[in-house]
């Protein structure tokens, strides 16, 4: 081929010295690139063609720094104008003759409000480690200090949503209380109040792990943030942080219930083997018991789901809750005895029938091991069949369908833990004192601690008269003969 074109230095018509018009400029010819254009005062463009069609010409001040010369880009020709990449290089030349790097400068002013240049220079890699952003010590806590179930994702969404916008760019060693409370505020101005109070305790966790380990702890020198919010003083008053649901189901909504559990088996008993795939699958048998016993019961479902036969007492017609499946922290809960009314009774006896081989009520299957279902089945199952409350994108091997969403009331989405608030109002419906209905509740009552212990017999006779009652009342609305779907079994 061709030798290499050795590279030129051109100066405008006028003369070395002099400055190249924009009129010359508009006509540099495309065999010129990779020649300098010479536009006087230390000031040279590089001729470069993109595109084999458009030039563009890169300009460079020349000046000379500890004995050698050293280059300070000013800009691009046409993207700048000429009186653009003369000023920068103007500024550049000042800098150095009043003994200015001004490539330093250059780096200096990204770093803010620093007075000596120089200095500058010196601290940014120090200032580096210094100004280690939020979202670093966050990926640091997801990847060595938390393992949740879900492989964190619920976590990184979260924060991705509410916090890292606020916060992600934000120098560790400067965030403050009043930060975090800004994010937790802005989420409560939202109306999640739930979720502020689940990224509240997430915060907590975060710091205190970040106090413990290096780098994270030499940056909290003001001490952890997340220790000094109160949460309580940020939700919405009227927040019930226990629990922020208020459904409670209408006797109609109940009967509606009943009767899709119904519809649902007959509808695909009907169906013939083959095509079965082609109607919603009913809820397991299992699965609609325990919803009607979270009803008669007042439990929480996880306190259901984990229940063993051994705990369930169908002659003298009581439920023993051991103290390890009540929910809440140790020292703030306490073992219970639920004592069965008729209603609640035909569900355990129903369920026996189907489960009564294994040593749990409610046994996972596929298990080795004897193991009870995972205690967010039920609520899993209920709320995939009613998806037009969700946000989210169809599950592989779930329901994603809307066959228990009830249309006979407010139309809102229920789950099974509304369960135990409906029948808590039921009772309250029926005149049962508030009190008793709190210890149906198994609601630590105040009271210290040994006190409460050797009480822990009393009020068996109202606790059974009051489940007795509300047993007659859900009877009532969902017709004796067919209280739930599974009596007659």
């Known amino acids: 081929g061709l030798p290499p074109r050795t590279r030129m230095t ?28 010479s536009d006087g005062d230390g000031l040279t463009g590089e001729v470069r063609v993109v595109g084999d069609q458009t030039i563009s010409i890169h300009f460079k001040f020349a000046f000379k720094w500890n004995g050698k010369v050293a280059w300070h880009y000013c ?69 060595d200090g938390v393992a949740r179930k879900d492989g964190n994702a619920e976590l990184r969404r979260s924060f991705e949503k509410d916090v890292l916008p606020v916060l992600g760019d934000k120098p560790v060693r400067s965030i403050t209380e009043h930060d975090l409370r800004k994010v937790l505020r802005t989420m409560v101005a939202r109306g999640v109040n739930r979720m502020s109070v689940r990224v509240h305790q997430d915060l ?12 994270w702890r030499g940056l909290l020198i003001e001490g952890n943030p997340a220790d000094l919010i109160e949460i309580r003083k940020i ?20 009967q509606e219930l009943q009767s899709i559990f119904e519809r649902m088996e007959a509808d695909y008993e009907a169906t013939p083997a083959g095509h079965k795939y082609e109607v919603p699958r009913p809820l397991k048998r299992e699965t609609q018991l325990a919803i009607w016993i979270c009803l008669g019961t007042l439990c929480r479902i996880g306190e259901l789901l984990m229940t063993r036969w051994e705990d369930v007492d169908l002659v003298e017609r009581y439920w023993t809750i051991p103290i390890e499946n009540v929910k809440g922290p140790m020292g703030k809960k ?10 609640s009774l035909r569900q355990f006896q129903a369920l026996k029938t189907l489960t009564g081989t294994s040593p749990y009520c409610f046994p996972a299957r ?22 037009q409350f969700k946000t989210r994108k169809d599950l592989s091997r779930r329901a994603n369908d809307n066959a228990l969403v009830l249309k006979s009331g407010s139309l809102r989405e229920w789950t099974p833990h509304d369960m135990r608030r409906t029948g808590a109002t039921m009772m ?12 149906c509740q198994n609601h630590v009552m105040a009271g210290s601690r040994v006190r409460r212990h050797y009480l822990h017999h009393e009020f068996a006779d109202e606790k059974k008269a009051a489940w007795e009652k509300l047993g007659q009342r859900i009877d009532d609305i969902l017709g004796q003969s067919a209280s739930s779907s599974a009596v007659s079994a």
Do not use: C
């Not at 240049?117 to 670093?136: C, G, L, M, R, Y």
């Not at 309250?428 to 210890?439: C, K, S, T, Y």
């Open 334 to 343: 306490q073992g219970h005895r639920v004592y069965l009314s008729d209603f």
């Open 204 to 215: 907590v966790q975060l710091f205190a792990w970040a106090e413990k380990r290096q780098p």
């Open 235 to 254: 939700v919405s008053k009227d927040f019930d942080m226990v629990n922020e649901r208020d459904r409670v189901l209408t006797a109609k909504e109940l």
């Open 428 to 439: 309250q419906a029926l005149g049962i004192l508030p009190d008793i209905i709190d210890r």
């Open 10 to 37: 051109r100066y405008p018509k006028s003369g070395k010295g002099k400055k190249w018009t924009a009129l010359e400029l508009k006509a540099v010819p495309l065999a010129w690139r990779g020649d300098m254009l």
């Open 366 to 387: 596929n298990h080795k091991e004897d193991s009870h279902i995972d205690v967010k089945t039920v609520s899993k199952q209920v709320g995939d069949r009613q998806i």
């Open 75 to 143: 800009g691009t020709w046409p993207a700048m104008s000429m009186e653009q990449i003369r000023r920068q290089r103007d500024e550049a030349r000042d800098l150095v003759r009043s003994g200015v790097n001004p490539n330093d400068q250059k780096k200096a002013e990204r770093i803010e409000n620093q007075a000596a240049v120089e200095a500058t220079i010196a601290q940014a890699a120090a200032e580096a480690s210094q100004n280690k952003p939020f979202k670093d010590m966050f990926d640091a806590w997801l990847a």
